[in-house]
């Protein structure tokens, strides 16, 4: 019974360390984006991506080749001189052993802080990171069993991703389906508990955020069939972008020439940047430039192929990040663009509706993780729950056109 109380106690005490580390990497990440590309909230909430927009072309290049510089030399030295990292799932797997602390905490800041200067890659992996690593001394403090460590630390993970998207019923989700893969009752209670504690705690610092407002959704009896007909483009996509990350990065962090490489590689992205600075960042833009309907089909399609090639450059250059919000750009920009091929011949369907869809089924089959993926894109927009039938419908199909792809790959 003590040893029970003891973890109950610790896994309030994650949700809320998870709020705390939310707060912070969100406040540093926006005060670098300001830093970086000269702009800020004076006179109300600038988002990311009109302040890049409205940054001169050159200073995005030099912003992208700084990032690179720090990326390259961030991570081999850390991976030359800090304790080896350990991926999360990792730590799950075998909790006891523990997350380096010190190597952990500067790994999650260099991720964060490259995202804010424009990397490409998710920011979610960072507040993972940093939570489980003191859900990880917790375990030690406590002198939690193995059962019990593996549940504090992959609730940690939940709880982090929680707070930074401001997504509690996705938080529990994720370290259900993707850190724990159990659906025990006391798994699930633990990781409801982490995850809504660390989205309460982060709303005090910085408010009850919904990432992607939208125009009011059509979802009628067109988006149902334009949903079936797309699931199978959106599931082999999918599995392609899976398995073109895979091989990545190219060199050893520890190898010396990955400083160049990556000073190259995110030189090409800020090159890239100077004509389209909206595949900048984690994919927020292309979210929210296709989800109000800000930019016509041939735009979705230049960004979806430019954002693509961008992941793979910061991929293939060392640097660490998620992709969670990059595959969720990649599915709305290709649904975006289908939905118009789609109203050229057939009933009319929403545009922004076909993106909200796309960006769900996309993330789902990329990071194989469908039902956090369907509640995800819930939480980040609060679409109508009506949108489930066609998100549900178009998870399935694609999930089953995905497997079938990688199969025969």
């Not at 969720?328 to 909200?356: D, E, I, K, R």
């Amino acid at each position: 019974m003590k040893q029970q109380f003891k973890l109950w106690l610790a896994l309030a005490a994650v949700g809320a360390v998870g709020g705390l580390v939310g707060i912070v990497l969100t406040e540093i990440m926006h005060a670098v984006q300001h830093f970086a590309y000269g702009y800020s909230n004076a006179g109300g909430y600038t988002p990311f991506r009109v302040g890049v927009e409205a940054a001169p072309p050159l200073r995005r290049l030099l912003a992208l080749a700084a990032c690179g510089v720090l990326a390259g030399g961030g991570w081999w030295l850390l991976k030359r001189r800090a304790a080896p990292l350990v991926p999360l799932k990792t730590a799950v797997a075998a909790p006891l052993a523990g997350l380096p602390f010190a190597a952990t905490i500067a790994h999650a800041l260099l991720q964060i802080v490259t995202v804010g200067m424009g990397s490409p890659l998710g920011r979610e992996v960072a507040p993972r990171e940093m939570t489980a690593a003191f859900a990880s001394a917790g375990v030690r403090y406590f002198g939690f069993d193995e059962p019990s460590a593996r549940l504090l630390i992959a609730c940690a993970s939940g709880a982090g991703l929680a707070a930074v998207y401001n997504v509690p019923l996705a938080g529990a989700l994720f370290a259900l389906e993707v850190m724990l893969a159990s659906w025990s009752p006391p798994a699930a209670a633990a990781a409801l508990l982490t995850s809504a504690l660390a989205a309460a705690v982060a709303r005090l610092g910085l408010g009850d955020v919904q990432q992607y407002p939208l125009p009011d959704l059509a979802v009628g009896t067109p988006l149902v069939w334009w949903s079936a007909a797309a699931a199978p483009l959106l599931g082999i996509v999918a599995a392609c972008f899976r398995r073109s990350v895979k091989p990545l990065p190219f060199l050893a962090r520890g190898d010396g020439r990955i400083v160049a490489l990556a000073v190259a590689a995110f030189a090409l992205i800020g090159a890239a940047a100077m004509w389209f600075p909206d595949i900048l960042g984690n994919g927020k833009a292309g979210n929210q430039l296709v989800f109000a309907e800000l930019i016509d089909w041939k735009q979705s399609v230049v960004l979806f192929v430019l954002k693509w090639a961008a992941v793979l450059l910061a991929l293939a250059a060392g640097a660490y990040g998620g992709l969670i919000t990059p595959s969720m750009m990649l599915g709305s920009t290709l649904a975006f663009a289908g939905a118009a091929l789609w109203n050229a011949f057939l009933p009319h369907t929403s545009p922004a509706s076909a993106a909200v869809v796309g960006a769900a089924v996309f993330l789902g089959v990329a990071q194989r993780m469908p039902l956090t993926a369907l509640v995800f894109a819930l939480e980040l927009t609060r679409a109508p729950a009506s949108l489930l039938m066609p998100l549900c419908l178009c998870m399935a199909g694609a999930l089953a056109a995905g497997q079938w792809f990688e199969r025969r790959a």
